[in-house]
């Protein structure tokens, strides 16, 4: 855990993707403790700490937005200046995966690759996202 935050905590615009609230607030709890630069926005923010949390990220003075999947599910709000994409677990929804991959702008030509952190209770997840004859590949 404090490997990757230092990790992510080297890098500019990382999104994290929570697949729940609870995995959302102890991953709030984890980049705070460690006293990462940070916004986080999810499902019960107003409009209000959306936009700050948002500005905060594109400008720069956040370097990791943490966002609940069900703030996608909700509002679909496209990120800008996504970097770096991670998922703290794979979202409920496969096609979540493609609508977070959009929002990673890099150079064009650049593949990006996700970062997903998926334990060994998350076959059905990776599942639903990657195919069943890929999920013994990613699970190893």
Do not use: W
């Not at 990790?7 to 460690?34: I, P």
């Amino acid at each position: 855990k404090e490997n990757i935050l230092k990790q992510l905590a080297a890098q500019n615009h990382v999104l994290l993707v929570a697949s729940n609230y609870f995995e959302f607030l102890r991953v709030k709890q984890a980049l705070e403790d460690a006293e990462v630069s940070h916004a986080a926005i999810s499902e019960y923010c107003d409009q209000k700490q959306v936009t700050r949390a948002r500005s905060r990220f594109f400008d720069g003075h956040a370097r990791i937005l943490l966002v609940s999947e069900r703030l996608h599910f909700f509002h679909r709000f496209v990120i800008k200046s996504v970097k770096r994409l991670v998922f703290y677990a794979l979202p409920s929804y496969a096609h979540f995966v493609a609508d977070f991959v959009e929002m990673v702008r890099v150079k064009e030509g650049v593949r990006v690759a996700p970062i997903v952190l998926v334990s060994a209770l998350d076959g059905g997840k990776v599942e639903r996202v990657f195919g069943t004859k890929n999920v013994h590949k990613i699970m190893q």
